[in-house]
Each structure stands twice: as C-alpha cells, then as structure tokens.
C-alpha cells in the first residue's frame, strides 16, 4: 500500500473497541434506542447510519443550554464521529475524515479522546503527502506599519500617560517580589527566543502544512458584546485565508479566540512553552488558550479571575490597563454571563452616561512580538490588534500558600 492510500481496517480505535457496548447501553437507558439500533450498521461500515447517529447526537447536544447537556450524549457524538471518519479514511477523502474527528474533540466527550486524538495522527499524515505545497517562505505578518495611523484608531489618550513597566529577561524571583505578590502588571521581553513558534509561525507554509485541513472554531464580527457577532466552524485554512484578506468575511472580522487550539493540534503545542512565571506562587495552568485573527480585532473592557501571562509571538498588540479598584467606575454589565465585562466601549465612549471614565487612570502598551505581558486578577484590560496577530494566554490559579500583600 503506497503512502497516500488507506484502508478502513488500519483505522484502529481501541478505547472504542472495548468501550462501545457500555457506551451503547448507557445511550439506551438515556433514551437513544433509535441511535443503538443504528449504531450497529454504523460500526459495520454504512456510511448512511453513521451520519443518521452522529445527527441524532447532535440534536441532543443542542437540546438546551451546553452545561445541561448529559456526558453520554457528547461521547455518542464522538462514537458517530469515528464512524464517519473511518469511512472517509477507506475512501482517501482525509479532509473529510478530519473535519468529523475535528468536531468529535470540539463537540464530543472524553471517553474516546485518545482514538480521536490518534487517529488524527494517523489521518494528518496523509493529507499532509497530498497538500500542494510552495516551497517559498510567506510571512504571514510584515511588521511596517505607520505609527501615526494606528495612534487615530485608539481609545483617546492612548500611550499619552503612564506605559507599563516592561523588564529584560525577568528573573522568576524577582517577577514575584515585583509584580506577582504587588498585582502590578509588567511586560517581560527576550523570554521567548527558544520557542519554535517564533518563526515557525510566521511562515504560512508551515501553519497550513501542519493545520490547514483542521476544523476550528472562530467567532465573527466586532466582538462578543455586538448583536451580530456570531460563532462559525471553518478550516484553519480558510481562516488564514480570511487574515490575509484583512480578516473580512460578509459579516465582519474573523477572530480565533480563547480557544484551547493546542490541546487539538498537538504539532501547534510543540511550539510553544509555559513560561517558568507561570508556577509562581505555587498554584497550577487552568487554561491555555489560542487568540489569532487579524489587524483590527479588538477584545472589549473585562477582567478575568485568573493569572494571566499573554504572550505575543507574532504581530502587535496595543493593551490596555485598568486597576481591580476601579471595578465600580467601569459600570460591569449586571447580567451574570457579562459581569466580568464593562458597559464602557473605550472606542467610542459615550460621555453623557460615562462623564468620568476619560479621567480614570489607567497604564497601557504596544506588545511587541517576542514579549510576554503579566495580567493580574481582576486587572481590567481593553486589547486590539495593530496588525495580523497571533498570542497565547497561559491562565493560572493562586496557590493556597501564596496571597497577594
């Protein structure tokens, strides 16, 4: 069998093997029999059934709200998944067998995330000998860009006052006597040359050998607080295509945001490293999140509950700050969902009902590429990209021996 030919039965999946009965007869108790009774001649290869039971599951997975969602329901999408994905691997059709494992780790359960993981492995190798490549290097950002026309687009006294302070290769004790155990915020420059991620991520070529066929969520439009933002599943492909056409689809910019990219594309997460910063304090990374998109995207005034170091290992980014203590002046939405967000839209504020915001005080920066950027709790920030931009957030909790002074 050549390199680009593929056979159904080389499609292993044993977490699936020894799982599927249990699997099926908890589906059975939560009322699937429809699904059970097809779940077979999915397994046994009609591709008919297997797209039947992955739409049955997917209508349970949008029955309600996400967190009321039964476990079961996401690990039958994952099972229907693998079936269609197997079908599509006999056939040599690789991009559609990676879109159904793609949406299996985005939509599915844990139960089978190894035999989906693995068989991305194995279905990525292929696809990759087909892609039609050029063997010119295209940066995906050129960082030339006019001072003068960036500062018109900012909120109003940007970069006027107080900049935020930024360290050369910060020591890790140092980084916690200064800055972890005060809350203050501090950018870290020359702490990333090792990473791989520098210059592999700047060379299209490569982001489109090793993700372009992948499936990712990305939202589009002004951003999350605007009523025609919405959230669509494109290639990663496509997605870059969007960045380089100025990130514009009909509806608005395209933004791959918050999105835990590197616990689905594993060959994305061997570029990069957690910073040492990170395990100060003691406490452990809860989340580690992708923020690509293009020149002009913007992420609304918000706080978040954990540590934060943002790092920018491509493009410009300006940011920002607002202190915790001013939470009250910055009028949080009074919705649960929003409440970490502030009603204030720092790109058009609106006097009458904010008169004071203008006279808040706040620190700010341009992050360059290469730098790292420590957000503390609760810390308001406001960031935009100044040009096609692609960042990393490592968010990491307190530790119970550690307590800001």
Known sequence: MSKTTASAADFDTPTLDTESSTLLHSIYEHGGYAYVRMASQAAAGDVRAAEAVREMAWEQLHSGPWHSVLPVWRDAYSMACLHVAKHHYGNGEFKEALRALDMGIIMGGSLLRKDLDSAIGKVSEKARILRVSDSDDHRLVDLDFDV???????????????????????????????????????????????????????????????????????????????????????????????????????????????????????????????????????????????????????????????????????????????????????????????????????????????????DLEFVDCILEEGEMLYIPPKWWHYVRSLTTSLSVSFWWSEGESSSPS
Not at 198 to 219: C, F, I, M, S
Not at 236 to 261: D, M, N, V
């Open 148 to 358: 003068s026309k960036v500062l018109q687009l900012l909120p109003l006294k940007s970069l006027a006052s107080k900049l935020v302070v930024k360290r050369s290769a910060l020591s890790l004790e140092n980084f916690l006597k200064d800055h972890y155990l005060s809350g203050t915020p501090v950018i870290i420059s020359d702490c990333m040359a090792h990473w791989p991620a520098k210059k592999n991520w700047n060379n299209k070529e490569y982001l489109l050998r090793v993700a372009g066929d992948r499936t990712v969520p990305v939202e589009v439009g002004k951003n999350y607080l605007c009523s025609d933002w919405k959230q669509e599943l494109v290639t990663f492909s496509e997605f870059l295509e969007r960045i380089s056409s100025h990130g514009c689809s009909p509806s608005g910019p395209t933004y791959l945001a918050q999105h835990p990219l590197f616990d689905q594309i594993n060959e994305l997460r061997k570029d990069i490293f957690i910073p040492d910063y990170c395990f100060a304090g003691g406490g452990e990374l809860r989340s580690l999140n992708a923020w690509f998109g293009p020149a002009g995207t913007v992420t609304p005034l918000h706080h978040d509950p954990h540590h934060n170091i943002l790092a920018q290992v491509v493009g410009k980014k300006y940011i920002r700050l607002y202190p915790a203590s001013l939470s009250e002046e910055l009028f949080p939405y009074s919705e649960t969902m929003l409440s970490n967000s502030s009603q204030v839209d720092l790109d058009d504020v609106d006097e009458m009902k904010f008169p004071k915001v203008q």
